[in-house]
């Protein structure tokens, strides 16, 4: 009688081991009803979400719809001035016209209702209501295009930085253009939107210069204008794109250094208000209030 050899043995133990091991992962690992009740019950919110979602949409379109109806039966046409009030704070859809004038029209009819329910001066504070609703809309994307202003004017030497690295690298300006817009898109958000949109002018036909120089005329910014002209002098004399980039990306990275440091030189007069009002009080009374109570006491003895 032949006996098996210990390696067959082996193999055959492992083998009838990792067999029998396989049969209680896959029972493990099948869903039950009750896991798939539960997987139920956990997306269920989810979908009643997805729910709300579109019809908090639906409900928006309509209400768009009905506000550019009412819109363009009033003649509130939208003119170029508005339109590029709104490019500057980088509102480009076509629906944010709608949104504008649908708050403007609104408003006063929410300030009005709101009102009724002050019982003194009912007249007086509708009136008021009524100016502040009318004006909140023009307040708002006056503030949204400072700080979009103020970001792009504080990201710009850093996009042109990469930029630069682009050229280097071998791509040509609009790629390097288009390459640092979707770089840039979570950490500088403004700049990205110009620099995709100025690529999407060129892509329609627009030239060059001319779409920056749309740049320049939304943001509004010194140094986004010396950088068209930078480019339009460029293109005339032939200069290397590299060098001209390189140069006018030190030129706005000190720039950018040497208003932080004047802005670091106000504070030192800005700070003598607080400190007169606030702050020297607060120390006075600490040091000298126990020597005035002191004196007064031995004043009050010596009178006594």
């Not at 004047?262 to 120390?283: C, G, N, R």
């Amino acid at each position: 009688m032949n006996t098996m050899s210990p390696a067959l043995l082996i193999s055959l133990m492992a083998t009838l081991f990792c067999t029998l091991a396989l049969i209680p992962v896959f029972l493990l690992m099948r869903s039950s009803n009750e896991s798939k009740r539960l997987i139920e019950v956990t997306r269920a919110p989810l979908r009643l979400q997805e729910g709300a979602a579109e019809a908090r949409h639906w409900a928006m379109r309509m209400l768009l719809g009905g506000v550019h109806f009412v819109r363009t039966r009033l003649g509130l046409a939208q003119d170029e001035k508005l339109r590029q009030k709104l490019l500057a704070a980088g509102l480009r859809q076509a629906a944010d016209v709608d949104t504008y004038f649908g708050i403007r029209l609104l408003g006063p009819v929410t300030a009005v209702l709101a009102g009724t329910f002050i019982r003194s001066n009912t007249i007086v504070w509708i009136m008021a209501l009524m100016a502040l609703a009318y004006l909140a809309p023009d307040a708002w994307v006056n503030y949204r295009t400072r700080t979009r202003r103020e970001h792009i004017r504080l990201g710009l030497p850093d996009a042109l930085d990469l930029m630069v690295v682009c050229v280097d690298a071998g791509l040509g300006i609009d790629q390097a253009l288009l390459r640092s817009g979707q770089e840039l898109a979570l950490s500088q958000p403004e700049i990205s939107e110009e620099f995709i949109q100025i690529n999407f002018e060129q892509r329609a036909g627009k030239p060059r210069i001319e779409a920056w120089q749309s740049m320049a005329d939304r943001t509004r910014l010194d140094t986004v204008n010396s950088f068209v002209h930078m480019l339009a002098q460029t293109d005339r004399f032939g200069t290397p794109i590299v060098k001209a980039l390189r140069v006018f990306a030190d030129s706005a990275r000190q720039k950018r250094r040497q208003q932080a440091e004047e802005l670091a030189a106000k504070t030192t007069v800005k700070l003598i208000f607080p400190l007169v009002l606030f702050i020297f009080p607060s120390i006075f009374i600490v040091l000298l209030g126990p020597a005035v109570i002191l004196i007064g006491k031995n004043l009050h003895g010596i009178f006594k």
